[in-house]
């Protein structure tokens, strides 16, 4: 029988290959399947039959079995399922791939080549599947789908570079007793050095600069044990790791022999105390590890182990149940005896010269909560009072009906719903909690919604059966749609301060990849994020369904994704929920839990970040742009003409893009429609013609478009008559369709350019002189390499065959994409960094000029005016950049004929070049806009009122507080305002044209003689609705005193009301990082400088050095670092300039 199933299976096999080149490509992939099926079937039966001749035969020698039927039955044996892992083209994940897949399928003899291209479709995914997605299942196109997928991800150039980038980025060891890290960090080395020499790479190429990188990571007593074992002068990579692999294993084996720590429960056994009789009560009190009450995501913390005074244990005070027994009068009596302070309890000092900056949270004062005489009982009912003495941290009592303990890895059951209620509609982030009896809504959507309270309700709530007390919450009634807009219900809700700020989004490629495939749009993953409108953060849980209302909304239907990982239908959408990725031995979890804070004082730690950023983000970002200019350097190029060629700065792990074809072919229509209607089709497709003879497109033959990724760009037409250009096309790389990424989502975008203009402005009015030029056509003069053009292509008519669509792609740098800003800053610094040694001044003040294409500038002569113009275009001629529309402001000398009137943009604002004067650019302004007014429109308005120097504050105020009231009022963006709001809005912008007449000098020292004594003078204000600042630079001589206004800003006040002295805080805060700012730009640190406000309050907290509260204690630090609190002077109300945008009447300015 075993022999007979051999034989027809081979026969089978050779009908099988004959037949398949008979069957059409629509009926190849059932007829595979059955293949697959029968062939499963003749495994089993020669593996039974097998079976039954061992059980047989089993006391017969082995020998007299023939050799054939051990041959057969070995190959047939039903051995576990082989798992290979999808590939989704990292590059550093195709070896490890390729060499399971080649050994398992490619290499298969009993698999025909339909079958090995069915099993490789089957395991990919991502870009990797997007390269052979157009090939049909055909024995030949399975050996071209190889070698495209080889040339693209096996090129090994790039596999050797990701794997030395993987050894640049291993991970510092601090510690070497952390055996667990160090384990993890070898084995990477290992791995990465295997895969290295698999490629055939010479560990004698690499190792003088990868050895003194892996040394400092490591620890110094190791690197210490290191030099001393070193056999030579020169470093060897297997030297090195021999080294680590004796080391790690010598700390290993020593683990073994560690004594083992004891794990018993610790138990509190508390002293009598003789002149008490109350029974003292032993059960233990919550964990140490405290949870911050401004946010429902708590992180546990490591708290330092204080012996407490009380008891001599390690724990704080506020966490000892014997000190709760005792009465006030015994606690201050211990406290005494031990000479301790009654503030911070640490012995041997006195309350009055107490640093601590602990207070009271019954009643404000400085001295321990356990102390008050105010409501003393509360202590006794199990409540825990931490005190601790980082000003950072506040007592907080925390209540929770859920207990979901989870890490960065794991997502909850979040999903995004639509809130309605009568007219307003909005989209807010919600969480189904099976832990809670009752379901909530955020008083923030309550207020905003203007939801109608159908009731009151006193619950009460608990963590882990722990802290306990009834709350009273208004009950609503809402209805709930889902993003589909095919599903409502009614929910009912009570209010809650706070539910849950940020928790994690999914977001691994391969997990949103598998819901894609599956068709499952999950409303809250992080490719959705713009869904969300409220704008404080989009990531906050506003709604949080419980197991009352949970029941009838699940559908039963679930989707597994991995084995920890599930995908759950609802009626209001899809939900993720599990874990997702490896998860690391991190000290910090996460919380979810309905939370109640009693003390609301996070909100106000935030005013630090009111657009005035602070120095903690700017570091963070530098170190982001720092990065992206690494992956520049590591990647530009220089063609034999001079001309720099770039790559994409590509987002590490970035989703999948697709190839956007479908929305290129719809924006191409209607592109075609306009250009036909302006009847400029013919001068469109011209600019293109030009572009491709010089080299900056080339068109795409249709055969080899599937050989790898691709990308279509939409774009459309700009038209502007008074240019030489009448019609230009434009690109949109934010196109996208959903559920799917655009190409800017996948792109480093670089720095925020924006906030150079202000720098850039103070340096453009130093001078005597102010000069301004541009690039000719900046972006199309850096190439692009070849791999990456392929992901800028575009569609347009063929102007030969009418009615067909060619496909052309960009060669050079594409404006439009987000990152291209980047990359020219990024080549024009590199190109002047490498400047000729005769050229280096000139290069440096052009590296301070540049925003984007257009160069800034002022000069003192005309001497350097002459000198600085032909130096920097012979600079930059030879990056072919060619610098052009020079404009200057006029010389003594020789006075141009030009218009009066002549002005010219320079940094959003216009520049009058015979008058040398700067107003703002109100053309957009002056337009008549019909139909209501709205929040929309108020917010229109304002942006097109662009002022870098800030001398519109007063104007600018007014419609900013505008705004403010209507979003108290929870108005839509389209809703139509009350009439009070309009009638203000209107008259303000009645009184807009005067603006048209207001003009600053353009230089800050026009009028200052030479012997002018100068000094800078900072002026601070605030009122209940706004804080503001400006600067002025004063030059007094014997004959005249004359001020210059140099920078302004102005602040609305935060929606949580602060007193007047506090934001009078703020603006003096905000003042000295202005000023901070404008002085090294200007030069002027030499100079004097005063700082002015008609707070005696602020003034009096910057000037004493004490333990101030909270809020006040940070401000007057950052104060007092950034200027001399002797500096700092009163000044009348009247007199402060500050206090012209307090008022809003701008007429007066």
């Not at 060891?173 to 055939?200: A, G, P």
């Not at 003594?892 to 009137?901: A, G």
Request: glycine letters at 4%.
């Amino acid at each position: 029988m075993l022999e007979q199933l051999t034989v027809e299976s081979n026969e089978l096999k050779n009908l099988d290959s004959q037949i398949e080149e008979f069957v059409s490509d629509d009926k190849l992939e059932k007829e595979v399947k059955e293949v697959a099926e029968y062939t499963q079937k003749i495994i089993t039966w020669k593996f039974r039959a097998t079976k039954k001749i061992r059980e047989r035969t089993k006391n017969v020698d082995s020998l007299n079995v023939p050799s054939s039927c051990y041959k057969e039955s070995s190959s047939n044996i039903k051995l576990p399922k082989l798992s290979i892992s999808k590939f989704y083209g990292q590059s550093s994940l195709w070896l490890s791939f390729w060499n399971s897949f080649e050994s398992a399928i490619h290499e298969n003899d009993s698999l025909s080549e339909v079958s090995k291209f069915n099993y490789l479709k089957a395991h990919l995914g991502g870009s990797a599947l997007s390269t052979i997605e157009g090939f049909a299942l055909t024995p030949e196109n399975y050996e071209i789908a190889i070698k495209l997928l080889k040339e693209r991800f096996g090129r090994s150039d790039v596999l050797i570079n990701t794997h030395l980038n993987n050894l640049l980025r291993i991970c510092p060891l601090k510690n070497s007793d952390d055996i667990v890290s160090f384990r993890k960090m070898f084995d990477n080395i290992q791995t990465e050095i295997r895969s290295l020499e698999s490629l055939n790479v010479l560990k004698e190429t690499y190792q003088n600069l990868l050895c003194p990188l892996l040394l400092k990571c490591l620890p110094p007593d190791l690197v210490l044990e290191y030099n001393k074992s070193m056999k030579s002068d020169k470093y060897e990579i297997n030297e090195l790791v021999d080294f680590l692999s004796i080391q790690l294993k010598a700390k290993e084996r020593s683990l073994m022999y560690a004594s083992p720590v004891s794990s018993k429960k610790e138990k509190y056994s508390y002293p009598r105390y003789d002149s008490s009789s109350e029974k003292i009560n032993n059960s233990r009190c919550f964990s140490s590890k405290r949870f911050s009450s401004s946010d429902l995501i708590s992180s546990e913390v490591k708290t330092k182990t204080n012996a407490c005074i009380f008891y001599n244990e390690l724990h704080v005070v506020g966490d000892c149940n014997y000190s709760l027994s005792l009465s006030l009068e015994q606690r201050k009596k211990i406290l005494s005896k031990k000479a301790a302070c009654f503030i911070c309890s640490k012995p041997f000092h006195l309350a009055k010269f107490c640093k601590s900056k602990i207070v009271c949270t019954l009643c404000g004062k400085r001295h321990l909560s356990i102390l008050c005489n105010q409501d003393n009982s509360v202590l006794k009912n199990n409540t825990h009072l931490n005190e601790n003495k980082d000003d950072n941290n506040l007592l907080n009592e925390n209540f929770t009906l859920a207990n979901n303990l989870c890490s960065s890895e794991v997502y909850l059951q979040t999903l995004i719903v639509s809130v309605e209620n009568n007219y307003l509609k909005h989209y807010v982030r919600s969480i189904i909690d099976l832990g809670s009896q009752r379901s909530y809504v955020s008083k923030y959507v309550a207020d905003v919604m203007k939801l109608k309270c159908v009731g009151e309700q006193t619950v009460t709530h608990g963590l882990f059966g722990g802290l306990k007390r009834p709350e009273n919450h208004k009950k609503y009634s809402i209805e709930l749609r889902n993003t589909e807009n095919n599903f409502s219900c009614n929910v009912e809700v009570m209010d809650q301060n706070k539910i849950c700020t940020s928790l994690p989004k999914l977001k691994d490629p391969k997990n949103i990849e598998e819901l894609k495939q599956l068709g499952i749009f999950a409303s809250d993953i992080c490719l959705n994020e713009n869904l969300c409108l409220y704008e404080n953060d989009p990531k906050e849980i506003h709604i949080l369904l419980g197991a009352d209302t949970a029941a009838r909304l699940f559908t039963g239907e679930i989707k597994n994704l991995s084995p920890d990982l599930i995908a759950m239908n609802t009626k209001l959408g899809w939900t993720v929920i599990g874990r997702s990725g490896i998860i690391e031995n991190d000290s910090s979890s996460t919380l979810m839990s309905l939370l109640v804070n009693d003390v609301n004082i996070s909100d106000l730690w935030r005013l630090d970040t009111l657009n005035i950023n602070d120095p903690a983000e700017n570091q963070s970002r530098k170190e982001l742009e720092e990065a992206a200019k690494e992956h520049f350097e590591r990647s530009v190029k220089r063609d034999n003409e001079g001309r720099y060629i770039v790559s994409l700065p590509w987002i590490h792990d970035h989703p999948p893009l697709p190839d956007g074809r479908k929305i290129a072919e719809r924006r191409l229509n209607s592109c075609i429609k306009a250009l036909e209607r302006a009847e400029k089709l013919v001068d469109y497709d011209d600019v293109f013609q030009d572009w491709q003879k010089e080299g900056i497109i080339e068109e795409v033959d249709p055969m080899q478009e599937i050989k790898q990724g691709q990308h279509f760009l939409p774009h459309h037409p700009v038209f502007k008559e008074n240019s030489t250009t009448k019609v230009r096309p434009v690109f949109d790389g934010s196109a996208k369709e959903r559920n799917t990424p655009s190409i800017n989502d996948c792109l480093k975008k670089g720095p925020n350019l924006v906030e150079l203009i202000p720098s850039l402005m103070n340096r453009f009015r130093v001078g005597k002189y102010g000069v301004i030029a541009d690039i000719k056509k900046a972006f199309l003069q850096i190439g692009l390499q070849e791999r990456d053009r392929p992901y800028l292509r575009f569609l347009w008519k063929d102007r030969g065959r009418e009615g067909n669509i060619k496909i052309l792609q960009h060669k050079r740098v594409v404006f439009g994409i987000s990152s291209s800003p980047f990359l020219l800053g990024a080549t024009l610094e590199l190109h002047l960094k490498n400047a000729s040694d005769h050229l280096t001044e000139t290069a440096q003040q052009l590296m301070r000029y540049f925003y984007v294409d257009n160069c800034v500038f002022s000069v003192n002569t005309k001497k350097e005016l002459a000198r600085f113009i032909s130096e920097s275009q012979a600079l930059l001629s030879t990056a072919k950049f060619e610098l052009r529309g020079w404009e200057h402001s006029p010389t003594e000398d020789k006075i141009e004929e030009r218009q009066e009137d002549l002005k010219v943009p320079v940094l959003g604002l216009l520049w009058n070049l015979p008058k040398d004067t700067m107003s703002l650019d109100m053309k957009g302004l002056m337009k008549e806009d019909k139909g209501p007014t709205t929040k929309r429109k108020i917010l229109s308005t304002v942006h097109r009122i662009f002022d870098p120097i800030g001398f519109s504050c007063p104007v600018t105020l007014e419609p900013k507080c505008l705004l403010q009231e209507c979003w108290k009022l929870g108005l839509s963006w389209d809703a139509e305002l009350p009439l009070l709001i309009t009638e203000r809005f209107e008259r303000w912008k009645m009184k807009l044209p005067k603006l048209n007449a207001l003009q600053i000098p353009r230089c800050v020292r026009e009028d200052f003689a030479e012997d002018s004594k100068l000094s800078i003078h900072v002026f601070c204000d605030a009122s209940q609705s706004a804080y503001a600042t400006c600067i002025f630079l004063r030059a007094e001589s014997a004959d005249n005193t004359s001020c210059q206004l140099i920078q302004a800003r102005n602040r609305v006040a935060p929606l949580k009301k602060i007193s007047i002295p506090r934001l009078e805080l703020l603006s003096c805060t905000i003042g000295a990082r202005l000023a901070k700012a404008t002085i090294s730009e200007l030069g002027l640190e030499k100079i004097p400088i005063f700082y002015w406000s008609d707070s005696m309050n602020a003034l009096y907290w910057i000037k004493r050095n004490e333990n101030w509260a909270t809020f006040v204690y940070n401000r007057v630090l950052e104060i007092r670092k950034l200027t001399n609190p002797e500096d700092w002077r009163h000044i009348s109300g009247t007199l402060n300039p500050a206090d012209l945008p307090m008022q809003r009447n701008y007429t007066r300015f």
